[in-house]
């Protein structure tokens, strides 16, 4: 069988020293598979954010080890690391971290200007996102006039850009009314199901979390269970 896409192996992760040391992840290992969709739950507090950090290699663990198909990611470093990052991930997050006074589709784009990616190319390709996520009307606006659901599809449409194996999205419709998030998880899964990418999704949202295939849920830095089925 194909490596895991993502392999954990007792991972952990302590911040602070001395006094004020504290372990977030207390040793986590599972493995998710190309093409699963994963929802991360559990209390405030308990770790998602963390774990979902070191999984996207945006933190390093404090010990154990977090393997991309087979390789030992505390190999890469440097520009090696932050190229993997950009070359296979993309990220969604609660508070969108959009460039407010930057047009939207100088948003989407950044991820291809990181890359190096010229100017023609990275409008095509910012378009063709933009059209896919039904924005193309909004290509010239600034980000900071957009509604809560559309700077989230902008959002998704830079985590989309560079062609992602995996999607890591923090509570993505943490700051969405119900019906726009339900528009925004239907994106997600969407791109789940129809392109394949692999999506880890933090959230509180049981909804979305019962429409994952997987369920990883925390508490105070352990794995509680790894469910197949929507409990
Ligand atoms: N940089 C940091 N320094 C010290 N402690 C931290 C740091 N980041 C997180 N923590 C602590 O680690 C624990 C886990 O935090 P984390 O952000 O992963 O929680 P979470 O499950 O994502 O919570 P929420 O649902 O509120 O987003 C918390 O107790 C938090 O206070
Ligand atoms: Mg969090």
Do not use: W
Request: with cysteine; proline share 3%; charged share 25%.
């Amino acid at each position: 069988m194909r490596d895991p896409i993502i392999r954990s192996v007792d991972v952990h992760k302590t911040y602070g020293r001395g006094h004020g040391r504290f372990e977030a992840l207390k040793g986590v290992s599972f493995d998710i598979h190309d093409g699963e969709s994963i929802a991360i739950l559990g209390k405030s507090g308990s770790g998602k954010s963390t774990l979902m950090h070191v999984l996207a290699l945006l933190d390093a663990p404090t010990s154990g080890t977090i393997l991309l198909e087979g390789v030992d990611t505390s190999t890469l470093q440097g520009r090696r690391l932050n190229r993997t990052r950009n070359e296979t991930f993309g990220f969604v997050f609660q508070q969108f971290f959009l460039t407010p006074n930057a047009s939207v589709l100088d948003n989407v784009t950044l991820p291809l200007k990181i890359a190096g990616v010229g100017t023609a190319e990275r409008r095509r390709r910012g378009l063709a996102t933009l059209e896919q996520l039904e924005l193309l009307d909004k290509t010239k606006n600034k980000a900071v006039n957009l509604s809560g659901g559309q700077k989230q599809r902008v959002a998704i449409a830079r985590a989309l850009v560079n062609n992602p194996r995996i999607i890591f999205a923090d509570e993505p419709t943490g700051n969405l009314d119900s019906k726009t998030g339900a528009a925004v998880e239907d994106i997600l899964l969407g791109l789940n199901r129809e392109n394949g990418i692999t999506l880890i999704v933090v959230t509180h949202d049981d909804d979305l979390a019962a429409r994952c295939d997987r369920r990883l849920r925390i508490r105070d830095g352990l794995l509680l269970e790894d469910a197949g089925v929507a409990a």
